[in-house]
């Protein structure tokens, strides 16, 4: 008898499973992943939103750290008066040598300002003079003529114009202060005779006055300069009368001329990298000028740049570190919330994905797609994530007391894209890993989703133990010093790593803790409320306790933020 059914032979594939395979080998795998995360686009945003907001975290934390150390390295600089934070190089010579000394002294100021930037300036004075018409035996008051380098654009004519080269008689401008002091004004003549040489007298006429820019380190906050007079001993020196530097050099004034260089560095150029050059460069001033002027030139150097360098280079260090404690910190919570995303989208796809392989998906088509999509949400959220943490910092700052010395300095530097590529790689990583492996079968995806989840692998290894003492230790020694500050065997001082480490290791250390506890705690919930009337409460609680690493990797992102919180409001505190 001839049985029903279909004849032996070759059986006719699965037109359902040839479908899909035909299907993954003929639309492209961008189109695939995006109908995918079309499809679960809740999910997708969800895990995207994640990403960003990690991604936001960590370079924000890189960020703003450098930022508000370089925002108080420039404010710290700028907040020391001007006389310390400025070089100053004197020497008394003849007229004669002016041109040899600035030769050696300007060059070597001006390298000593190159990183930080800003200018030198020559001013020249002349020695003591007093108004001719005078008792030599009875004056009290006397005046000089000085010469200031740059002078037209450090002050603002009140009135008349700048003196002219080379005019007889002798043209000459006074501040407004001292033409108030020696009652003259534009157009007034007025004779002075030198208090060392009786016979030298310059007539003198007055084209007009000027006022000195307030707040300009130019003045060096001179009190002749801005105020016109300043008394030493029992005479009072008012002017001086200022007029062209050729005019100082070519005419008789003296025998010998005084001269100053001012180089005045610009707060707002320093760098971090940059203190410990600078404050060498400095030291090193004295030196480099005596090889570069002639054998027993007579100079002197006056700053308290390197002073205030070694001070603010010790802040600075000191508030790197308690940002850099925060932002390890940082650093933790934003890992641990793309693990978080990882762990997510692998259990919303492990069904799907086994679906796939049913229909004839290879392993390859499966990992690119996971890869595709890691790319996908990870790399969207890297573009973004500089440009959100950048607003971040700039609307952190904008309150703060630095706020005038960061204004502009604030940008998206190359540290920070190395951050950002770092995050975006291990959130790709994280994402795509876990498809490289194909998957299992859809029985036994199913079989693992009904089943009570095991114990971690950290848990079997007993790494979480370990764990736990190692923060004990850290936290330990950060409290025997106090500050994550230790000093090298040069006697340096410098940042610890492990001290820096010690908080967030036990903010993981406690988070481990309460992977081990908040199952139990679970359990215990499912047994109170499988007593309670009703349905929903006790099935709720069912599912809590079949599943608790699914509802303890959110609930430890919660407890995360949550002392980050309060360990910065300590920390501030």
């Known amino acids: 008898m001839r049985q029903e059914g279909n004849p032996p032979g070759p059986q006719p594939a699965d037109p359902h499973r040839a479908e899909e395979g035909g299907l993954l080998r003929s639309v492209g795998l961008w189109r695939t992943v995006l109908r995918r995360i079309r499809a679960d686009w809740p999910v997708a945003a969800a895990a995207w939103l994640l990403l960003l907001c990690a991604t936001t975290l960590l370079t924000g934390g890189a960020l703003y750290g450098d930022t508000v150390a370089l925002g108080g390295l420039r404010a710290a600089i700028a907040a020391a008066p001007v006389t310390d934070r400025s070089i100053v190089v004197t020497s008394d010579a003849p007229a004669s040598q002016a041109g040899t000394l600035d030769r050696g002294i300007r060059p070597e100021l001006q390298r000593a300002l190159a990183l930080p930037g800003g200018y030198v300036a020559r001013i020249a004075s002349s020695p003591p003079f007093a108004d001719a018409l005078a008792d030599p035996a009875t004056v009290r008051t006397l005046t000089a003529f000085a010469s200031f ?3 037209e654009a450090r002050a603002t004519l009140a009135s008349g114009r700048w003196p002219t080269a080379g005019a007889t008689p002798q043209e000459a401008t006074l ?30 006429i007055v084209t007009g006055t000027w006022r000195p820019a307030a707040g300009d380190a130019y003045w ?3 009190p002749l300069e801005l105020d016109g007079s300043v008394i030493e001993g029992s005479y009072t020196t008012v002017g001086p009368f200022v007029i062209p530097d050729a005019d100082l050099e070519s005419r008789p004034f003296g025998d010998r001329i005084s001269y100053e260089w001012r180089g005045l560095p610009d707060p707002a150029g320093y760098r971090i990298d940059d203190v410990g050059a600078v404050k060498t460069a400095v030291q090193q001033l004295d030196t480099r000028i005596k090889l570069a002027l002639p054998v027993n030139s007579q100079f002197r150097v006056a700053t308290g740049l390197p002073k205030i360098l070694e001070v603010v280079e010790r802040s600075v260090l000191v508030s790197r570190t308690g940002v850099l404690l925060l932002v390890v910190q940082y650093a933790v919570l934003a890992l641990y919330a793309i693990v978080l995303v990882a762990g997510m989208l692998s259990d919303r796809r492990r069904a799907e994905t086994a679906l796939l392989r049913t229909r004839g998906a290879s392993s390859g088509h499966l990992a690119a797609m996971g890869i595709l999509e890691a790319i996908l949400l990870a790399g969207s959220a890297a573009i973004l994530g500089p440009f959100a943490a950048l607003l971040a910092v700039r609307w952190l700052v904008a309150s703060q007391p630095i706020a005038g010395s960061v ?11 190395v951050v950002d590529a770092v995050t975006a790689a291990i959130g790709i990583a994280a994402l795509g890993l876990p498809m490289l492996g194909g998957g299992p079968n859809l029985a036994g995806v199913r079989a693992a989703i009904s089943r009570q989840t095991g114990r971690t692998l950290a848990r079997r290894l007993g790494l979480d133990l370990a764990l736990v003492a190692v923060a004990v230790l850290a936290l330990w020694q950060l409290r025997q010093y106090g500050a994550p500050l230790t000093r090298n065997a040069r006697g340096v001082l410098g940042i610890d790593p492990m001290l820096v480490a010690a908080p967030a290791i036990g903010l993981l250390a406690g988070a481990v803790i309460a992977t081990r506890i908040l199952p139990r705690a679970l359990e215990i919930v499912e047994g109170l409320l499988e007593r309670t009337r009703g349905l929903v409460a006790p099935m709720g609680g069912r599912g809590l306790a079949r599943r608790p690493l699914r509802y303890t990797r959110s609930a430890l992102l919660l407890m ?3 002392s980050l919180g309060t360990f910065a409001v300590a920390n501030v505190a």
């Open 149 to 151: 380098e740059g002078i």
């Open 560 to 562: 995360l933020a949550a």
């Open 407 to 417: 204004a502009g300095v604030a940008a998206i530097s190359g540290d920070t894209l």
């Open 175 to 204: 501040s407004e202060a001292a033409a108030g002091l020696l009652e003259l004004k534009a157009g007034d003549r007025i004779t002075l005779v030198s208090r060392l040489q009786a016979s030298l007298k310059v007539e003198v």
């Open 220 to 222: 060096l906050d001179s």
